[in-house]
């Protein structure tokens, strides 16, 4: 089965950098398309970054020049690399993955929760706190 495991949040101040990790296992990781995703309580699940099978990416306009996502196929490992953090960013994210790619009407990629539901998996989640 999918398991997903997230890692790397924490409390850092902002303008500091954090690396989440996301150790995949139980599917062919190179042929899923994965994401990061961010929640605060009581807010819908938002789309920070994807990336799909073939490494094309994209990154919401909230963390575009800040956060990059990237993948290790051979380690079966997705990262989201994050700089310059700002207290907006504090949420807990969650890696997901879903099998082929996940567009939309409007996008080749998709960053659409309501994309991504139906068909993927997600993880347990790490919080990423970032104080003023």
């Known amino acids: 089965r999918v398991e997903l495991v997230e890692s790397g949040g924490g409390s850092v101040q902002a303008g500091g950098s954090l690396t989440l990790s996301c150790a995949a296992s139980?599917?062919?990781?190179?042929?899923?398309?994965l994401g990061w995703f961010r929640q605060v309580a009581a807010h819908e699940r938002e789309g920070v970054a994807a990336?799909?099978?073939?490494?094309?990416?994209t990154h919401a306009d909230s963390v575009k020049g800040r956060f990059t996502i990237s993948k290790d196929n051979a380690k079966n490992t997705l990262y989201l690399q994050m700089n310059n953090l700002k207290p907006e960013d504090s949420a807990m994210y969650y890696c997901?993955?879903?099998?082929?790619?996940?567009?939309?009407?409007?996008?080749?990629?998709?960053?659409?929760?309501?994309?991504?539901?139906?068909?993927?998996?997600w993880g347990q989640g790490t919080q990423v706190t970032v104080s003023s």
């Open positions: 997901a993955a879903s099998p082929g790619l996940v567009s939309s009407d409007t996008s080749a990629l998709s960053l659409d929760f309501t994309d991504w539901v139906d068909f993927g998996s």
């Open positions: 990336i799909d099978p073939d490494g094309s990416s």
């Open positions: 139980g599917f062919t990781f190179r042929s899923y398309s």
